[in-house]
T-cell receptor, first 116, second 114 residues
Framework: DTGVSQNPRHKITKRGQNVTFRCDPI?????LYWYRQTLGQGPEFLTY????????KSRLLSDRFSAERPKGSFSTLEIQRTEQGDSAMYLC??????????????FGPGTRLTVL | AQSVTQPDIHITVSEGASLELRCNYSYGATPYLFWYVQSPGQGLQLLLK??????LVQGIKGFEAEFKRSQSSFNLRKPSVHWSDAAEYFCAVGAPPGANNLFFGTGTRLTVIP
C-alpha cells in the first residue's frame, strides 16, 4: 500500500498563472478530501468527494478554485489566476466509508504552493 | 459550528519526561475527536481517535487521550517522551455521522531537549 500521493510536492508560480495539483488516494478509498494549510495554522477544509460526486464545498473555495474527481479515483485541484494569498500547503486525504460512517482520513504529504 | 482550541502554541519537554497537550472543542453534541501529528515537510499522521465508548483512547507510538465531556476536552498524553516525538500536533473535531469536514486546531509545536 503506497498511501495517499500528491504531485507535485512543490510548485512556484507567478501571480495570475493557473496551477493544477493531483491527488491519488489509497486505492480502495471512495472518499477524497482537500484541505489548505497556511503557515502557523491547522488545515482548513476545502471540499470532499464520494466517488466522483463532489458533496461539500467550503466557503474558502472561491470561484477561482475547482476540484474534480472524474472517475472516482484520482482528483485534481485547479487554481485559476493565482494570488499571493493562495500560497499554502494543499493537503489531500482519503477514507473509506464504514458502518455508522466512522471514517478515518489518511493524509498525503501535501503540495506546497508559492505564488510570487 | 465546531471549533477547536489548542491553548499551547509551543511546548518544550526533556526526553523521558511526561507530556500533556491540551485540546478543547466547541460542539453542540459529542463530536468525533482526533489527534494528528505532522513532522516537517510531511503530511498528517493519525495518532488516535475517539468515536464513542471508553473515554480513554490508546493510539500509536505510546500516546493516549482522554475525552472529558464535562470539560469539552480531549487532551493528549504520553508518559515518556522520545526525541523522535518532536513535531507539530493537531487536534481535530468532526461532526457525526461521517466526520467528513474536520475542524483543526492551530497546533502545538513540541520540542524535545536531551
Amino acid at each position: 500500500d503506497t498511501g495517499v500521493s500528491q504531485n507535485p510536492r512543490h510548485k512556484i508560480t507567478k501571480r495570475g498563472q493557473n496551477v493544477t495539483f493531483r491527488c491519488d488516494p489509497i486505492s480502495e478509498h471512495n472518499r477524497l478530501y482537500w484541505y489548505r494549510q497556511t503557515l502557523g495554522q491547522g488545515p482548513e477544509f476545502l471540499t470532499y468527494f464520494q466517488n466522483e460526486a463532489q458533496l461539500e464545498k467550503s466557503r474558502l473555495l472561491s470561484d477561482r478554485f475547482s476540484a474534480e474527481r472524474p472517475k472516482g479515483s484520482f482528483s485534481t485541484l485547479e487554481i485559476q489566476r493565482t494570488e499571493q494569498g493562495d500560497s499554502a500547503m494543499y493537503l489531500c486525504a482519503s477514507s473509506t466509508t464504514s458502518d455508522r460512517g466512522r471514517n478515518e482520513q489518511f493524509f498525503g504529504p501535501g503540495t506546497r504552493l508559492t505564488v510570487l | 459550528a465546531q471549533s477547536v482550541t489548542q491553548p499551547d502554541i509551543h511546548i518544550t519537554v526533556s526526553e523521558g519526561a511526561s507530556l500533556e497537550l491540551r485540546c478543547n472543542y466547541s460542539y453542540g453534541a459529542t463530536p468525533y475527536l482526533f489527534w494528528y501529528v505532522q513532522s516537517p515537510g510531511q503530511g498528517l499522521q493519525l495518532l488516535l481517535k475517539y468515536f464513542s465508548g471508553d473515554t480513554l483512547v490508546q493510539g500509536i507510538k505510546g500516546f493516549e487521550a482522554e475525552f472529558k465531556r464535562s470539560q469539552s476536552s480531549f487532551n493528549l498524553r504520553k508518559p515518556s517522551v522520545h526525541w523522535s516525538d518532536a513535531a507539530e500536533y493537531f487536534c481535530a473535531v468532526g461532526a457525526p455521522p461521517g466526520a467528513n469536514n474536520l475542524f483543526f486546531g492551530t497546533g502545538t509545536r513540541l520540542t524535545v531537549i536531551p
